[in-house]
């Protein structure tokens, strides 16, 4: 009997196929945020299959592959973001304003990335990519790369255009439709996860500010050896009430930032680059401007994990010294309660002595007044020894007594 997941895990490899292309062609490609997990994007792909007189989609599918009027579309669902590519055959001026179809300009979400990748069988003329990307200068920098042994190439700016797209020229001279497809979805991919990665550099730089004053309040706390530790102690839970806050608040955006990171730096070893004579190559120039920006998000974080450690190393320590005052405050209560419960006992053995003497005398007094008539019936004499007989027995008794009733307590 197969695993009823079997099918489900055996078919995952092959989700999420790649558009083939064959020059000369225009692939427009547009990431869009959301923020309800893809529901809506999601129904914006269905009902665009349904408009095309497809079925609906499968409950569990993130992605849809159809060929419309304009082309054949391609839509992706990813964790907080979607992707709409729409790839046209045809040759298409990229001097020309970018006019997307209404398929992709009335995708829901917010979008962050908008790139048209022009494929040609030969590569553009420096003329060409002077009129297309801009004149090159020190802030417009053209880079440029041969792949698969000069089968391919691509050259672009990384730029927004005065449309809003960024321009990237492929060059597919000796290369099959399915291995140009997956070497402009490596392309797209990298400035996709580039720039979804980027969102973290703002709120790093926003909270640098706010980690150096905690930095700064917490070797003040430390350092000052005036304050008693309670007040210490006080002053770094505040602290770390910040910094947690600070690291709730992060701990999303850095985390998603690393791993698109991380996907970046694979797609970029996959183009397997060549470099072309006078341009830098597509890595060199996302490393040399990506790099830094992700670095600083992982000063940041390790910043905040490395103070929240120390702030916690430090309150320890003082939690430490803490509960050692109060052991030795009670050691003392204990010992000043010893010595008041010894005083007591003394007391009230003496109170009991005092009480042993007043009972006898009572008692005595008792004997006396009852023994004294006998004696006088009898026809017996009072006498000195016949008192201190009696005086003798009656203090016995009332000791006994009493010695009886405190070892029964």
Known sequence: MDHELRSQLAGEAHTRPTV?????????????????????????AEATALALGLGAL????????????SGVLKWERHGEFSTWTLAQSGNFDPLAPIQASSVLAN????????????????????EDLGRSLGQESAENEHVGSLLSGGRAGVWTNFRLGEDGWTRIH?????????????AIRRLLEIEVYRMAALFALPLAKQ?????????????????????????????????????????????????A????????????????????????????????????AMDTCATTQSRLTTLAARVERTASLLRTRVDIEMAK???????????????????QRAVEGFSVAAIAYYAYSLAMAVTTPLNHWA???????HKMALAIITVAIVWLTLKHFRERM
């Open 207 to 255: 909270f640098q500010r706010e980690i150096d004053e905690l930095e700064r309040r917490v070797g003040e706390a430390i350092a000052d050896t005036q304050k008693s530790e309670a007040e210490t102690l006080d002053n770094l839970v505040d602290a770390a009430r910040d910094i947690e806050r600070i690291a709730q608040g992060t701990a999303f955006r850095f985390g």
């Open 329 to 347: 405050q009670n050691q003392l209560q204990l010992t000043s309660m010893n010595e008041n419960a010894k005083a007591q006992l003394r007391l």
């Open 170 to 182: 492929f060059m597919q001279r000796d290369m099959n439709q399915f291995r140009a497809g997956r």
């Open 20 to 44: 083939p292309v064959t020059a000369p062609a225009l692939i427009l490609h547009d990431a869009r945020l959301h923020d309800d997990g893809g529901k809506a994007s999601r129904a914006y």
């Open 107 to 126: 995708a829901p979400g917010k979008r962050f990335v908008a790139a048209a990748v022009f494929v040609n069988t030969e590569a553009p003329q420096p």
């Open 257 to 292: 930032a690393n791993a698109y990171r991380r996907i970046v730096e694979q797609r970029l070893r996959e183009l397997r680059e060549e470099r072309i004579e006078g341009l830098q190559r597509v890595s060199t120039f996302i490393e040399r401007r990506f790099v830094p």
């Open 58 to 69: 499968n409950p569990t599918a993130d992605h849809l592959l159809v060929n419309t009027p």
């Open 379 to 385: 026809g017996i004499a009072s006498s000195d020894i």
